[in-house]
């Protein structure tokens, strides 16, 4: 495929090579490290979702942590800073007491 072809250049037969690429990266020999699921809690395989399925997942999750009573997961019950970064001085906004 020419990189250099922009998007509205594309000819059906390409854009169904990339759409196949991008729901199915494992048939193409794309990293693991790539794909946006990595170790999924339940099933422990790698996968990778589009948009809304990604979104799901992720809300899943943050609601097993906080039910899980995990450090992260009350991070994110509480509205504060989930990944070790400083709160006194900086992040002030309308969260902000």
């Known amino acids: 495929m ?7 250049e594309l000819t059906i037969d390409e854009i169904e090579k990339i759409v196949n690429c991008v729901h199915f ?3 193409h020999q794309i990293p693991e490290f790539f794909l946006n699921r990595r170790k999924d809690f339940k099933t422990g395989k790698t996968t ?3 948009a809304q399925n990604f979104a799901g997942k992720l809300r899943d999750d943050l609601e097993r942590m906080k039910k899980m009573r995990r450090h992260r997961g009350l991070r994110h019950y509480w509205g504060t800073r989930v990944r070790g970064q400083h709160t ?7 969260t902000a007491h």
């Not at 020419?2 to 998007?7: G, V």
């Not at 006194?88 to 309308?94: E, S």
């Open 25 to 27: 990266p494992e048939a």
């Open 2 to 8: 020419d990189i250099t072809k922009r998007a509205g």
């Open 48 to 50: 990778h979702l589009s």
């Open 88 to 94: 006194c001085t900086t992040g002030r906004g309308a």
